[in-house]
Structure formats: C-alpha cells, structure tokens
T-cell receptor
Framework: NAGVTQTPKFQVLKTGQSMTLQCAQD?????MSWYRQDPGMGLRLIHY???????DQGEVPNGYNVSRSTTEDFPLRLLSAAPSQTSVYFC????????????FGNGTRLTVT | GDSVTQMEGPVTLSEEAFLTINCTYT??????LFWYVQYPGEGLQLLLK?????DKGSNKGFEATYRKETTSFHLEKGSVQVSDSAVYFC????????????FGTGTSLTVIP
C-alpha cells in the first residue's frame, strides 16, 4: 500500500549542480504533478502530466524539466540549481484531473547553497 | 484567474474550542472544493471535499459547506483536540482551467491542552 513515493527525503546541492527528484505511484493514476511549497505561498504547480508521454507546464516551470515515460514514474529534474529553488517539493497523483482528489507523497526538502 | 483565499494564521486554540478557518474562492464555472491537512513532516492528506453547491463535506468531525452565493467553503469543527494541530489548506479544481488544482496559502493550527 505504498501510494506515492518520493526520494530522496532531504537533499543539499551547491549552486549550479543538477539532480533528479524521483516520484513513483503504484495506484495506476493517469494524472501526476509536481508542486513546490514555500512559506506564505502555499503550493505552486511546477509541471504536470495527464498520461504517459504527455507533460505540460504549470505556474512556475522555469529551471525544471519533467518526463513521463511510464504511468508509474514522474521524475523532476533541476538543470542548474539556484538558491531560489530551495523549497519543499511534493509529487501528487490522481486517477484523472478534476474532481478526483490528489494523493501526495511525503515530500523532498531541498536546500541549495 | 481561479484562486483561493484563506484566513491568515497561525491559529492557537485550547482543547475543546470551536474552530473556523475561512476560505473563499474565485472561479468561473462550477469548481470542486477541497480541504487538505498537513501534519509535520508529511505530505498533504485529503480531509474532505464537495463537488457542487450546497454539498457538505465531512470527515473526522470536520465539516465544510459549498456556498456558491458567498463563494465560500469554511472549515469548522465543534471541539478540537491536540491531535488536530496541523496546517490546513483549502483548494479548488475547475474544469474551466483544465482541472488544475489551486491551493490557498495554508492556515497553521495549534491546539493546546
């Protein structure tokens, strides 16, 4: 009964480094998304996918890439980390977008120095 | 565009006090409305939802009624417990905006014995 699994839980990067945040779900959900959570700003959508092979940008996509080669996995890539990308990142999925509620992972806390 | 506004926190209550967290929304069409709860170090969990006007969502003693005339979805609980201490997020999803989720900034609740 894993649900949405995110790895790693914590990560520290230096400015300019790249890395990939992993997200996997075992519920056969078509819709997957990435959010960042910053104090006083709630959750902001970075990228989302409505199915394998389909991705689209959200509210704050700059500096991030995604791909969706399988239904289960939706990795988020930071191309060249910046201190402004210090945040908590959440992956979420649902059977379809819309009235179906999102299921969230436990988050990755990223610090960029 | 679509948006959610919820009351600023933090909120501190004594055990058994009455809780209200205000949430209003702006959306075209007929959005679905949600309350999520986030416990420390965890991802967001669905607390309750309502998908049409006058619907009441309820769970674990919490309630919220979808009021289209006042564009509101206030969260209430008659008697809070220490275990209710968490951050609460109001959210909407609207078919008019591709069924994307929009979150409020969150309200931190601390319940003291």
């Amino acid at each position: 009964n894993a649900g949405v699994t995110q790895t790693p839980k914590f990560q520290v990067l230096k400015t300019g480094q790249s890395m990939t945040l992993q997200c996997a779900q075992d519920m056969n959900h078509e819709y997957m998304s990435w959010y960042r959570q910053d104090p006083g700003m709630g959750l902001r959508l970075i990228h989302y996918s409505v199915g394998a092979g389909i991705t689209d940008q959200g509210e704050v996509p700059n500096g991030y890439n995604v791909s969706r080669s399988t239904t289960e996995d939706f990795p988020l890539r930071l191309l060249s980390a910046a201190p402004s990308q210090t945040s908590v990142y959440f992956c979420a999925s649902s059977p379809t977008s819309g009235a179906s509620p999102l299921h969230f992972g436990n988050g990755t806390r990223l610090t960029v120095t | 565009g679509d948006s959610v506004t919820q009351m600023e926190g933090p909120v501190t209550l004594s055990e058994e006090a009455f809780l209200t967290i205000n949430c209003t929304y702006t959306a075209t069409g007929y959005p679905s409305l949600f309350w999520y709860v986030q416990y420390p170090g965890e991802g967001l969990q669905l607390l309750l939802k309502a998908t049409k006007a006058d619907d009441k969502g309820s769970n674990k003693g919490f309630e919220a009624t979808y009021r289209k005339e006042t564009t509101s979805f206030h969260l209430e609980k008659g008697s809070v417990q220490v275990s209710d201490s968490a951050v609460y997020f109001c959210a909407l999803s609207s078919p008019n905006t591709g069924n994307q989720f929009y979150f409020g900034t969150g309200t931190s609740l601390t319940v003291i014995p």
